[in-house]
Every structure is written in C-alpha cells, then in structure tokens.
C-alpha cells in the first residue's frame, strides 16, 4: 500500500469516527430533551395545543423510548425518581469513547 493510500484511508476513518460521535452526541441532546419536558410535563406545564408541539413531541418520543426502554427493564426506580436516561447517556458516553477510539487507532 502506498503512503496517500494510508493516509486516504487514516482520513476516512478519522472522518467516519467524527461523524459517529456526532451522531451520538445528538442522541444524547435530544435525550436530554425528552427529558426536560417529560419533567415539565409531570410538574403541570403543558404548551397549548397545536400540530407543530405535537409532532415535535411524538417525535421525541419516537425515537428516544425505544433506547430509554432498554434501560427500563433493569433500571431501579428510586421513589418517583427514574434513572433510566441517567443510565442510557452514560452508556451513550461510553460507547462513543470506546467505539471512537476504536476506529481511530
């Protein structure tokens, strides 16, 4: 292998791992998100309804309960406090660093 073959190669996987982790710290934010309005929700402050909210809310559920649910099957439940999203950005960290790094070295 030539050395612009190395480094096309050392620049695609550099790219694929920024990319990754990109895409993982966006699932983090829009967990952290659901979240937060989850929270809001269970305190009494709902937006009034409209179409845009509740798209942008069934979206949110979409696609973070499926990853939260994971987490739920093991996950203790202290009161009314739920540690699920606790433990799924944690792992989500984990997994960015390990997977990361990975690909880069």
Do not use: K, W
């Amino acid at each position: 292998m030539s050395v612009a073959g190395a480094l096309v190669i050392a620049s695609v996987r550099t790219d694929i791992a920024g990319y990754l982790s990109a895409l993982i710290y966006v699932y983090i934010l829009t967990i952290f998100l659901y979240i937060v309005i989850q929270m809001l929700f269970s305190v009494g402050v709902r937006p009034p309804y409209s179409r845009a909210t509740d798209v942008v809310l069934g979206f949110l559920h979409d696609v973070c309960e499926p990853f939260l649910r994971i987490f739920r099957r093991f996950s203790p439940r202290i009161g009314a406090l739920d540690l699920t999203p606790t433990l799924a950005i944690i792992s989500l960290y984990i997994f960015n660093i390990v997977v990361v790094q990975g690909i880069i070295s």
